[in-house]
T-cell receptor
Framework: DAGVTQSPTHLIKTRGQQVTLRCSPK?????VSWYQQALGQGPQFIFQ???????QRGNFPDRFSGHQFPNYSSELNVNALLLGDSALYLC???????????????FGQGTRLTVV | DAKTTQPPSMDCAEGRAANLPCNHS???????VYWYRQIHSQGPQYIIH???NNETNEMASLIITEDRKSSTLILPHATLRDTAVYYC????????????FGGGTRLMVKP
């Protein structure tokens, strides 16, 4: 079982550019969540995708958008990058089980984004 | 805002039990207590969760008080590899499992 995989592991972008980050969930999982972790802070929830739709969203601007594909993999897109978007971006996957109960979330190792 | 309160840091001697406390006095009846840890520069790792009964797995034990207002994560025999930031989080697993991370407890296991 490969667990949650994210790509790329590191990325450097210029302010104003756009970036796409990718996530493959743990085998058997159908829900993907994205988190942003600034240096020295805890992860902050961006949004969650289930059945190819955004189900929950944290306090992030519309510059942050996402997509989930039929195979449950997901992308995070960030437009008009700001220096403050530099962070570790984490993907977590889980399963919506019986009765709508979500199983525990498993995290990938993250993508380190640096905006210069 | 995080609904939990944890001490910012703790030390533990290698081989001894590490007891990490968490206060969640405003927890709702349908919220679970989850524990994750994050070793430097890695993604958070799930440890254990519970609703009201004590739980144990291969990594740790979770003790939840009867009134559910606090809990303790116990690592029975801490090793140097257990040095990490430990997060206690309350989660409504019926409404998605969005995790609200607070500051966590930085556990330092010393030889």
């Amino acid at each position: 079982d490969a667990g949650v995989t994210q790509s790329p592991t590191h990325l450097i972008k210029t302010r104003g550019q756009q970036v796409t980050l990718r996530c493959s969930p743990k085998s058997g999982h159908d829900t993907v969540s994205w988190y942003q972790q600034a240096l020295g802070q805890g992860p902050q929830f961006i949004f969650q995708y289930y059945e190819e739709e955004e189900r929950q969203r944290g306090n992030f601007p519309d510059r942050f958008s996402g997509h989930q594909f039929p195979n449950y993999s997901s992308e995070l897109n960030v437009n008009a990058l700001l220096l403050g978007d530099s962070a570790l971006y984490l993907c977590a996957s889980s399963l919506v089980g019986t009765g709508g109960l979500y199983t525990e979330a498993f995290f990938g190792q993250g993508t380190r984004l640096t905006v210069v | 805002d995080a609904k939990t309160t944890q001490p910012p840091s703790m030390d533990c001697a290698e081989g001894r039990a590490a007891n990490l406390p968490c206060n969640h006095s405003t927890i709702s009846g349908n919220e679970y207590v989850y524990w994750y840890r994050q070793i430097h520069s890695q993604g958070p790792q799930y440890i254990i969760h519970g609703l009201k009964n004590n739980e144990t797995n291969e990594m740790a034990s979770l003790i939840i008080t009867e009134d559910r207002k606090s809990s303790t994560l116990i690592l029975p025999h801490a090793t140097l590899r257990d040095t990490a930031v430990y997060y206690c989080i309350v989660v409504q697993i019926h409404a998605g499992n969005m995790l609200t991370f607070g500051g966590g407890t930085r556990l330092m296991v010393k030889p």
